[in-house]
C-alpha cells in the first residue's frame, strides 16, 4: 500500500511496460529489419568485389 508521499507503483509499472513495448515494436519492426538487409548486402557486396579481383569460384579453367 502507498501512502500520500509515494508513487503508485502501479501506473509507474504501467508506464515502463508500455515503453518497454514501444522499444520493442521500434526495434522488431523497425531498426532489425534494415539491419539484416544491410548485412546481407554488405556481404553480397563483399563477395561480387572479391570475385571481381580474384576471378570466379571453381577450378581454373585448362588451357587448350
Known sequence: ?????EPDTSTADRRRW???FLAFLV???GVWPFVA???VGAFGFAV???QLVFGPP???S???
Open 1 to 5: 500500500m502507498t501512502g500520500p508521499g
Open 18 to 20: 508500455r515503453t518497454e
Open 27 to 29: 526495434l522488431a519492426f
Open 37 to 39: 538487409v544491410a548485412v
Open 48 to 50: 561480387w568485389m572479391l
Open 58 to 60: 571453381g577450378p581454373p
Open 62 to 64: 585448362a588451357l587448350h
